[in-house]
């Protein structure tokens, strides 16, 4: 199976947990059978691998998501980066030139297209398979995916199918309805849209040229960002007649906002959590490393980060866009390709942070014009270069290192460092990069 | 007037604002006029200044607080140490004790003893100089104020007047009772204990070397140790005939738990916080330098700190003491009489902490056996000594100090300091201390 993951932009429904630069999926708070903990993009990676050892996955995401997804599957996973986000169609049709021209797929070869988020169970990943090869045998041009609703929810899409088969001609597309028409829908037998598609490599690629004046995958990633922001249904299924739905009805959640997402949690805790037997319906998820107690709350979400923490009504949380928006936006830990990075304290005239180094990675080879920096070791080995001399450090070896003068560090073992930035004005955009001469 | 403030050991109610080493009368929570943030402490001896500018005020309490009493009040204020923890009376005995010997106070001047953490307007303050004038003139040996009930509490002492005028003799006695009891008492006009009382000092004196034998101050405060644990009340108060009561109807809370403590704000936070429209008597304090947003709540509170995060239905609040006698108690930040630290990371082989020392203070001089610390200077001016070299430092500096070697840092200004300390067994009793000669 070829599938190609949606990977979406960070949202702030879950804050504190995603902001700029940090996405939902990335979160670790699905528990594995062995205990250990896994973020939604792991564990979707994980289950297409069950299902299929041999499915080729690749995601289509922005370049902010690329050391994410390297820290969290490794290297093999492909990725079609999205210079810039222009929606899903633009995104589908980029993922198609890089299948056909990066990874050398065959036109007629089925492509299955799906979210990088839904929580599933390994029977969606069946139907996943399912769906490729109904695209890849019928004579439609695009198979689509349509999940048995549970509710007249007015979240989502509806397709109504030609019939109540497995496998119907989609009759119409219906856009987010009220709760009333939602209901009405349901009546007639409509399924939701939960995003998912298969069709063939060229069918898609023929559409994207119509659409879109290109040659091959890097002439279109080079004019990406002057593409117009459309969706994939607005441009193409919608025009298309050739057109099938198969039904789901297993497992589907949509994990968008706090309410979904604690619903997925397999206990009621990730961190550091305590409740007294008050407690009913309360999850915590907890990336500080201090404990949060709680007593005598129901229904109630509390998600703590280094960038803030959040304690919510489960349905009201998905309200919180307006209040994240009010926020001075300040990245407090990131993931980085080369391992994170934590803000332990800013003051005036100095910040304070705890760099961790992968084991053969390093940082880009750097400087600033307006601060001073010292690393102080605190854990694993490696080796220092300032200035063009390299320098091996352990435990307990401070480096300073002057405003203009280059810099970067190299972990030859796991490597922590406590940074600390000292100047009137520190800011990220102070860095210039240089290339290493060897 | 002459006041003995009690000042009682630190309480796990208001986790995690009170910890082992910090008690709830330090922390600041209360807006004064103009806006800026006062701890109880700070309010009651701000209010009897207000009241009677003379006033001469001794704290008594343990040694673990007398930095906070300073960096709080200054250093006019009197303190009678209690060498550990004995109960009221003798910390009463002690502080007579001090009085007299110390302080110089005549066997016939009144003073007044009352808790440090009433919440209370200046009308209580009055009511206080009222008291010890009362036992200045009385024939009783011993007036109590009586706090007229507002409801019947399960929570405090009954004073049984012998009439309802303003003074009248004490009839009886009652310990904390059961709702049903309280509201009995009150039928007859029962006032609540909240455990004020004035008296000439030679009085409680000539109690004290009846129950104790010991010649002066320093006699006394060498054997503390060795006294029992007996409460005032019991000790004294109950056996006494001669003793009144005097009426107080003004505004009186009792603040030992988050419950009665938010309800003595005057806003809904302390600290960064968001609340949406749907909150209902939710109340914040929040001493980490992130924000908290509150969505859909109902009377609850919120308090973080270094310590930990709780989340609590206000009534439920009072039932913390269990919950956090479970934790592991990690000090992540404490007052001392020369600043202030906050440990802002620990990690396997290693501490980083940020050290606040005030102007014209230092640190003990000291070394460690089993760590390295490096210090890097991040605000302020002033001199290291180490192994007896002065060094001037300024921000960007670096210090760094192997195991064994003697080191201190003199703030010239108000300093900052990372501390980074490195070593397997990283511990607060790995310190020895020595003098620094001139």
């Known amino acids: 199976m070829n599938i190609v993951l949606l990977s979406g932009g960070s949202g702030q429904r879950l804050w504190p947990l995603s902001n700029d630069i940090r996405s939902k999926q990335f979160i670790k708070i699905f528990h594995t059978a062995d205990g250990a903990l896994e973020s ?155 995003g998912v598609f298969a069709f063939r490599l060229g069918y898609v690629l023929r559409r994207a040229h119509e659409l879109i004046s290109f040659t091959d995958y890097n002439d279109l990633f080079a004019k990406y960002d002057t593409l117009n922001k459309i969706s994939f249904d607005y441009a193409v299924a919608e025009h298309e007649s050739l057109i099938e739905v198969m039904r789901f009805s297993g497992t589907w959640k949509d994990i968008g906002t706090w309410n979904t997402l604690t619903e997925a949690m397999t206990g009621n805790f990730v961190g550091e959590a305590m409740f007294n037997e008050e407690c009913k319906n309360v999850h915590v998820i907890n990336e500080l490393n201090v404990p949060i107690i709680c007593m005598g709350l129901k229904d109630v979400v509390v998600s703590a980060s280094p960038d803030g923490i959040l304690v919510s009504d489960k349905e009201q949380s998905s309200y919180i866009k307006p209040l994240v928006n009010k926020l001075e936006q300040r990245i407090m830990f990131a993931e980085k390709s080369w391992g994170s990075f934590r803000v332990l304290d800013m003051a005036e005239g100095s910040a304070t942070i705890k760099v961790t180094l992968h084991p053969g990675h390093r940082m880009n080879y750097h400087s600033h014009d307006h601060r001073d920096e010292v690393w102080t070791v605190i854990s694993g080995e490696g080796r220092t270069i300032v200035d063009g001399m390299e320098q091996q450090v352990k435990p307990g070896d401070v480096v300073t290192m002057a405003a203009g003068c280059r810099h970067t560090i190299i972990a030859d073992t796991e490597l922590q460092v406590i940074e600390v930035q000292l100047g009137k004005e520190i800011s990220v955009h102070d860095k210039h990069k240089y290339e290493l001469e060897d």
Not at 58 to 79: P, R
Not at 105 to 133: S, T
Request: charged share 25%.
């Open 40 to 194: 939604m993009v792991q564990r979707v990676y994980r289950q297409i691998k069950e299902v299929d050892g041999d499915a080729a996955v690749t995601i289509a995401t922005s370049k902010s998501q690329v050391s994410s997804i390297h820290n969290q599957l490794g290297e093999a996973v492909g990725i079609s980066i999205e210079p810039c986000r222009r929606d899903t169609f633009p995104a589908i049709a980029l993922a198609a030139a890089y299948l056909k021209d990066v990874k050398g797929i065959g036109e007629d070869e089925a492509v299955v297209v799906c979210p990088v988020d839904p929580y599933v169970e390994n029977d969606y990943f069946e139907a996943l398979k399912e769906l490729g090869q109904l695209a890849q045998s019928s004579e439609a041009n695009l198979v689509l995916m349509g999940i048995e609703p549970t509710y007249p929810s007015e979240k989502y899409g509806y397709i109504i199918p030609d019939g109540s088969k497995k496998v119907s001609r989609v009759s119409m597309f219906k856009e987010k309805p009220t709760q009333q028409l939602a209901a009405e829908y349901i009546a007639q037998g409509a399924l939701w849209n939960g």
